[in-house]
């Protein structure tokens, strides 16, 4: 498990722009099963690819026209109940973190694995959330 100074700078970059941290279980399942509209939850981490590519390109997606109606964040290798919970809502894709989770009226409709933002620039991640965010907010 990361170190909480580690990780809360980290934490900061997407609870200042409005995510919600989930922290337990519980957390993630009320914010995600059989609430309506939609909701956007990163998995957030502490590897280069969620500093240079993942973080930025979440913030510069809030910039689109249409955004989720809730955001949301969990943190891999150190909110260990709230990511494994995610894990499981985010099957049949395997763990990847940094990923990001668009989730429409409890059910899970985009996600991008690492491999998806690794080698890729914020402004590339942002197309692939905005244009989700066009299909499904």
Do not use: W
């Amino acid at each position: 498990m990361y170190p909480p100074a580690l990780v809360m700078p980290m934490k900061q970059e997407l609870t200042s722009v409005g995510f919600e941290d989930l922290t337990t279980a519980e957390e993630v399942r009320e914010a995600i099963q059989d609430m309506p509209g939609t909701l956007l939850v990163v998995i957030n981490s502490v590897c280069g690819c969620a500093a240079g590519y993942a973080r930025p390109g979440v913030r510069l997606s809030l910039q689109h026209s249409k955004t989720p109606d809730r955001l949301a964040t969990v943190f891999a290798g150190f909110d260990m109940e709230s990511v494994a919970e995610v894990r499981k809502l985010t099957l049949p894709y395997p763990p990847s973190s940094p990923s990001m989770a668009l989730f429409k009226d409890g059910k899970l409709v985009h996600f991008i694995e690492r491999h998806q933002i690794e080698g890729h620039n914020a402004a590339m991640v942002a197309e692939n959330l905005m244009k989700a965010y066009d299909k499904h907010c």
